[in-house]
Each structure stands twice: as C-alpha cells, then as structure tokens.
C-alpha cells in the first residue's frame, strides 16, 4: 500500500470511528461568533460534505461553481435558522452521512451533469446540514451568530476549494479529483456500515 493510500485510509477510518455529534458548541474562548467556526471544523460529516460540493461543482466547470459557491452557504444559513427554533433529540447521521455519499458517488463516476443540478444539490445539502448544526447548536444555547459564523467558515471553504478544482488542467489532476470522490463515497458507505451496526 503506497503511503497516499495509507493516509487516506486512516483519514477514513478516523471519520468512520467519529462518535456522533451530540447537542454541544465547541468553546473556542473567542465568542460566539468562531465557536461557530469551530463546531465546523469538528463535523467529520459538514467537513466532507463542503468536500464533495467544492469537487462536484469545480469538476463541472466555471458556471456551476459559482452557482454552488453561492447556493451552498445561503442555503446552510436558511436551514440552521430553522433549526435552531426546531430542538429535537433524533439522530441526524442518517441525514448528513447519505449527501456526501451521493455526492462523491456523482465526483468518481465524473458525472455529466447540468449546473443548474449543481445548483439544486449544494441547495439541498446545505439545507440539510443547516437544519442539523442549528439543531445541534441551538441546546447549547448558541444564537444566530454562532450559525452565521459556521455558515462563514462554509462559504470560505467551498469557495477557496471550488476555485482550487475549477482550474486544474485535464489529465492526472482531473483523475485525483475522481479518486477523492471515489475515497468520500467508500467513506459514506462505511459510515453507514457502523450506523446499521450500532442500531442492531
């Protein structure tokens, strides 16, 4: 095994072993605003899922980038002021683990698909993972900043790692954008795994 492989295995069956996220803010002691940034940052699942959209939308070009890169954090900001006035005790790992999945599934298999799919997608996803991180946050007693403040580490990421994609040439660069997809799907697929395990 080369030693790529063997980190991302690793990576991989770190994600995997994550404990689920409970109702909790990481206390960075810089405010509201970056234990925000911080509870992103921890989130195997918001982390992997900014990962596929920024490959999916950057391997589909210039316009669904751009459309991606604004739709995603816009979307993750509506759905966690929803979920922030919606507290609940359910699981949410079914509901984040299955967007990545499909995701890097759509980056390794190269899908030919339309920007304004790009589009319905990283709206869809940032809903998802908007209504679980308002959800999870709002118990602790985390307010509107903290949410804006992970929505702001969103649209960091996914805007530098889109630009990142958008502009690799063709050939090998293209090719390892695949086979991280492919790695983030085997990563969703273990998750699942461990899930149905840990509910039987």
């Given at each position: 095994m080369t030693p790529h492989a063997s980190r991302a295995s690793l990576i991989a069956a770190l994600?995997?072993?994550?404990?689920?996220?409970?109702?909790?803010?990481?206390?960075?002691?810089?405010g509201v605003f970056y234990d925000g940034v911080a509870h992103l940052a921890v989130t195997p699942s918001d982390l992997l899922i900014i990962l596929a959209l920024g490959?999916?939308?950057?391997?589909?070009?210039?316009?669904?980038?751009?459309?991606?890169?604004?739709?995603?954090?816009?979307?993750?900001?509506?759905?966690?002021?929803?979920?922030?006035?919606?507290?609940?005790?359910?699981?949410?790992?079914?509901?984040?683990?299955?967007?990545f999945l499909i995701i890097g599934a759509l980056v390794a298999l190269d899908a030919k698909?339309?920007?304004?799919?790009?589009?319905?997608?990283?709206?869809?996803?940032?809903?998802?993972?908007?209504?679980?991180?308002?959800?999870?946050?709002?118990?602790?007693?985390?307010?509107?900043?903290a949410i804006v403040g992970a929505v702001c580490g969103v649209a960091c990421l996914s805007t530098a790692l889109t630009a990142e994609i958008t502009a690799l040439p063709a050939g090998w660069p293209r090719i390892a954008v695949r086979a991280a997809g492919s790695w983030i799907t085997a990563t969703g697929m273990l998750m699942f795994g461990w899930l149905l395990h840990t509910a039987s």
């Amino acid at each position: 095994m080369t030693p790529h492989a063997s980190r991302a295995s690793l990576i991989a069956a770190l994600t995997v072993a994550a404990s689920p996220a409970e109702a909790h803010l990481v206390q960075t002691g810089f405010g509201v605003f970056y234990d925000g940034v911080a509870h992103l940052a921890v989130t195997p699942s918001d982390l992997l899922i900014i990962l596929a959209l920024g490959l999916l939308a950057g391997q589909r070009g210039p316009r669904a980038a751009r459309l991606a890169v604004i739709a995603l954090p816009l979307a993750w900001l509506a759905g966690g002021l929803i979920g922030a006035r919606w507290t609940t005790d359910v699981d949410f790992t079914w509901m984040t683990t299955l967007p990545f999945l499909i995701i890097g599934a759509l980056v390794a298999l190269d899908a030919k698909i339309q920007a304004h799919a790009v589009l319905l997608i990283a709206t869809v996803a940032g809903m998802v993972h908007g209504l679980v991180n308002g959800a999870s946050m709002a118990p602790a007693g985390a307010g509107t900043l903290a949410i804006v403040g992970a929505v702001c580490g969103v649209a960091c990421l996914s805007t530098a790692l889109t630009a990142e994609i958008t502009a690799l040439p063709a050939g090998w660069p293209r090719i390892a954008v695949r086979a991280a997809g492919s790695w983030i799907t085997a990563t969703g697929m273990l998750m699942f795994g461990w899930l149905l395990h840990t509910a039987s």
